[in-house]
């Protein structure tokens, strides 16, 4: 289905569409966005945080923000603040913000101008998003996503039906996510409106050297998406049409993209200043259509007394001014506030429920998870499972998900196309909506095209929003080396996870283990990621028998955090000093194991089970007893989260130490080569740490 807006800017029958009242919200509107941006002018000494103001573009911002109701989900871009001011927010609010000040509504004076969040129960809600160049259409799909599903199943009530309005410029809609999300909105027909905002730049990059097209001709291939083009220099217009197509969404709860044709009056940011990159004729060409004189033009012909539209503008003026200088004068956020909001508050701190059942039976890793998920799925409907092959005709590659999609049916277990960005960045739209989505990356090695949603969207959403979004969810990741899996399927990236902040990553090494962890990554309010090694998921590799373990009841949960001593060395032998700690998880537990055989009670092994949070005071509490320790890891040693572990163990625990604290992974190669003997040969095993574990020991 087509949209083809064939809107005059002066045709009478049209105007008459759009009452006197509207106009003149919409003029005072636009007045109180340029006095803002002017007032942002002749203070730059003040304004000292580069901002983008709305100029130019306020006509279809406010012609948007006048259709959404409170139970619409909106996720403005960076240049929207008139979107803002039209859904109810007020310059002082949005000022406290520009200012990075401690009463910053959306971020607490931790963002950015027009980087808003919000969940005011009045107004269309926000979900956080990035500096919205195109990434943030993944999580408001996800919203889209969350919302329809929500419908399907009746988990919640609405008054009317939920539209998601996803605003960007259209220079960014050539990024390969904005692809994404617009195929999976396609796909899947979900309630979204993607509002493109056509300047005509690109910070300084014309129309013409970015793009073969505009947004309007370049989504004509995704079957499926309706689409339609407006001037959004006019009020009118673009009110109009704004109106069909969010009665359209609302109605049908089909996608729509609307091409807004709008001008650049502003600088593109406070930084990047307009006389940097265009001379006076574009400039000239971009002021001819400013939508405040258009739409004054057109108040008068239409009988406004022109006085009347004078006291707007000064009254706006005035407006501005003062919420300016209230907005000068409030306080700036406290030092000591600054490491709030990092995670949110989990409710799992404890260990709890029946570990091992009497007459419990052994089971492998992979069913661990197959029955908490199960289990999980059963007694709560907003927890849903999707990635690729995931679904009910093979249940994962590995078989990880099997049995799930025919128990749950399509909506809840489904497959997803190659969209590792969407599979992880959508989860922070459907957690915004309440649900709890558990999504799956093929193999680890896959993880890199999902990590600009997980750092840029996903980890900081609950530190920039102020606590008001943490992303709830949970992702499983394959991971590590075993029977010549190659170069693309073997890899290990915990280093890389763990050097992004607001994230949880779990990397559990037995059945029980991964049963209690995943039950506590669903009830905590934060990111999780799931490393689940594959040779340990069926217990394959030789010497991993002990991943089978009784698998523990339904009420068994297993906080992170929590490392654990899982062999422990000689009493004797320790005071003695003649004892080493190993400090290990995931498939190391097994190597670590092994090795200990050798050395008669004189090695004590650590399971860490999480990597953040760790457990530091269990580790140096057990160096401190011994002397001596390695930190074994799968990961190539250099630069690696094993070597940082090692730091901070030599700095806590430097005056009980018998020697330096040591690090053992594999070999410093670009990758798994697929060869088995080169696979050992990179690859750490029992009889390499024992080696290493025997030059300790004579120090």
Sequence with gaps: MFFYVYLLPMENALHEKVSQDI???????????????????????VCKYVHSTSRGHE???????????KEDWVSPYYRDESILLGIGFEPYQLMLQLLAKADDPFSGG???????????????????????????TIPTTGVAQGIKYIQDFNLQNFENNPVVVCSLGDNSVTEGEVSEALQFAALHQLPIIFLVQDNEWGISVTKDEARTCDAYDFVAGFTGLSRMRVDGTDFVESFEAMKKAVDFVRTERKPLVVCAKTVLIGHHTSGVRREFYRDEEDLTKHRAKDPGEILRKHLLETG??????????KKARLEAEEAFEKAKNAEDPKPETVMQHVFAPTPITEETGTREPANGEKIVMVDAAIHAIQELMWKHPEALLYGQDVGERIGGVFRETVTLGKKFGSKRVFNTAIQEAYIIGSTAGMSAVGLKPIVEVQFADYIYPGINQLITEISKSNYLSGGKFPVSNIIRVPIGAYGGGGPYHSGSVESILANIKGIKIAYPSNAADFKGLLKAAYYDPNPVVMLEHKGLYWSKVP????????????????PFGKGKVIIEADKEETEKGRTLLVVTYGMGVYWAKEAAKNFNGRVEVIDLRTLIPLDEALVFERVKAHGKCIVLTEEQLNNSFAEAFAHRISKNCFKYLDAPVETMGSLDVPAVPINLILEKEMLPNAEKLSNKIEEMLKY
């Design 23 to 45: 106009l003149l919200k919409a003029y005072n509107h636009m007045m109180l966005a340029k006095a803002m941006a002017d007032i942002y002018e002749e203070n730059r000494n």
């Design 304 to 313: 406004v007394d022109e006085d009347l539209l004078k006291q707007i503008t």
């Design 59 to 69: 006509a279809i911002q406010l012609a948007t923000a006048y259709q959404l109701k």
């Design 543 to 558: 010497g991993t028998e002990d991943a089978k373990t009784i698998e523990p009841a339904e009420d068994y949960v297993l």
């Design 110 to 136: 931790r963002s950015y101008y027009s980087h808003p969040s919000s969940r005011d129960e009045n107004k269309p809600k926000i979900v956080h998003q990035s500096s919205a160049t195109g990434m943030q």
